[in-house]
């Protein structure tokens, strides 16, 4: 996961950014680079691989210097080799920047720079930011201007750290939406920024974080906070425990509350060097899927428990429609006891975040002995269920340390959408022209992500009317089903209140004799294929005296008239609307259960990795 690391002081930022992101370095990357300004230069040392090989670059030709930024990188945009790696220069070697996020525009933006004679270095992104501060930039307008303007143009979700020559005395941050964190840290006359806190936990106690749309104006001897086309706003100064546990949670009360708003920089991640926006191509050369394979598969089976089962069913519906290939979910815990029908041209797929759960792995074993070829998706670098599979997926989501999956749950969603676009492109089942269009609304997740979660405080007003429900009543369909199913499970796992999760056009089969004034029915209702056949069994729920939760689209004006209370999301291409809708329901079970007071990270009876049947 991309890491940033800054200083400003009078030490030397070499040493001082290369330990920030040595601390950083467990979240994964595949390139890492720094940049420190000396005798009024900026000297860029960056490498693909890990530290130890920037470390030996920058022992073979030392930079040092009172100011610097550094960056570690997932490759989203361009290979993930020396010359994509951050920071980026702009033309004229005065301004570097380093960037977490994706630019959404930044084929538009490229193309505008490039008619006006910019050459671009790299097949970045990122590259687009710092040549749009050098476009606005003048001794009477400033760094901070020109930073300013330029944000303005890029879409999406970002942190952004920008330095300059021309102004050796600071170092510009920002945040826009939810692309990861931005921490600035005290010390005296030093200041660092970062990605996280613990990057810098080993020299300053004393943080501010950045809210959305914030930018930080930081100097040796302080910080300015203003907000982006705003005012200034004083800097709220936060004490951070020396406790490593509690450093890690930074800003947030739970690990699970940080996972849920970490899911921006997951997904970020999860597309990381997969994803060939230019070409519309993906790339997993992990599952190890050829053309002959791609043609030969007949059958596929998703197997997994829990969690991970629910994101199997929302790929049952994105494999069959993209690589029309039939696909059949089981259980794991099921899966060896059905005997299942299994042949050569089958695969069977597991679905981990620990990938050493005992039912899924007994499910892969299965499926590898009536001759199956083997896939997985697992979050855990070599697991069991990654070692012993014939092609994998890793998801690249980082730690999980609560125990309710949150973001362990949307980054397979994105794979299973992904490994679908590639079994459909091998098996020649999907056009150029439909490939493009569905890599291209990838680049549409994160941005969509971080607008979920600024509405977090719309969900706590939800969830303190819920929090003394007893009961609740989940209803879902089509490719949304499963995210009932999955808005349930959370709601029972960290608050203990009986949910139930159901298809709603079999409400009127049984379910609908519990509706009453006393149960909240939660209806997942975005503007996709099945939203009028959601919208009736609304007004059936109503109708009986229900009272109704709407998840809806921006702009349902229908759906804002029905319910009692509405959860909005953007709208976004179906396929991929589960990664979104579930958002509001993970902030659900997660506010109910920390007003209720309870263990949300750890609820009682429950473990991380299950390894026992």
Known sequence: MCGIVGYIGDENATPVILDGLKRLEYRGYDSAGIAVIQDNKIFVRRDAGKLSHLSDLIQNDPINGNIGIGHTRWATHGEPNTRNAHPHLGSTGNIVVVHNGIVENYLELREELSAEGVIFNSDTDTET?????????????????????????????????VMSSYE????????????????VGYGDNEMYVASDIPAILERTRQVTFLEPRQMAIISSTGVKIKVIEGE????????????PISAEKGE????????????????????????????GMIR?????LTKD????????????????????????????????????????????????????????????????????????????????????????????????ADGYISMQSGPEIGVASTKAFTSPLVDLYMMAILIGHMRGSLGESERKRLVNDLRLVPDLIGQCL???????????ELKDARNALYLGRGINMPIAYEGALKLKEISYIHAEGYPAGEMKHGPIALVDRELPVVAIAPKDPWWEKMISQVEQ???????????????????????????????????????????????????????????????????KSVTVE
């Open 168 to 183: 050796p005395d600071k170092i510009i941050a920002a945040r826009i939406g939810n692309a990861g964190g931005v921490v």
């Open 541 to 607: 729920a109503k109708a009986r005296g229900g009272s109704v939760i709407i998840l809806a689209t921006d702009g349902d004006q229908r759906s804002a008239e029905l319910a009692k209370h509405v959860l909005w999301v953007p709208d976004t291409p179906w396929l991929l609307s589960p990664v979104i809708t579930v958002l509001p329901l993970q902030l659900l079970a997660y506010h109910i259960a920390s007003l209720r007071g309870l263990d949300v990270d750890q609820p009682r009876n429950l473990a």
């Open 129 to 161: 930011i710092v040549h749009l501060i050098e476009r606005f930039y003048s001794k009477e307008q400033g760094l901070l201007a020109a930073t300013e303007k330029a944000l303005t143009l890029i879409r999406g979700a970002h942190a952004v750290v």
């Open 293 to 388: 394979l791609a043609s030969r598969i007949e059958k596929i089976y998703i197997t997994g428990c829990g969690t991970a089962a629910h994101a199997g069913m929302v790929g049952k519906i994105m494999i069959e429609r993209i690589a029309k290939i039939p696909v059949t979910v089981e259980i794991a815990s099921e899966f060896r006891y059905s005997d299942p029908i299994i042949q050569d041209n089958t695969v069977v797929l597991a679905i981990s975040q620990s990938g050493e759960t005992a039912d899924t792995l007994a499910a892969m074993e299965e499926g590898r002995a009536k001759g199956a070829t083997i896939w997985s998706i697992v979050n855990a670098i070599g697991s069991q269920a990654m070692r012993i």
């Open 284 to 288: 997993i050369p992990e599952l190890n």
């Open 454 to 464: 600024d509405r977090e405080q719309d969900v706590l007003l939800v969830a303190e």
């Open 252 to 279: 947030y009360r739970h690990f699970m509350q940080k996972e849920i708003h970490e899911q921006v920089r997951s997904i970020n991640d999860t597309l990381a060097g997969r994803v060939d926006f230019d070409e």
């Open 232 to 243: 200034y706003v004083q800097p709220q100064i936060h004490i951070v425990s020396w406790d």
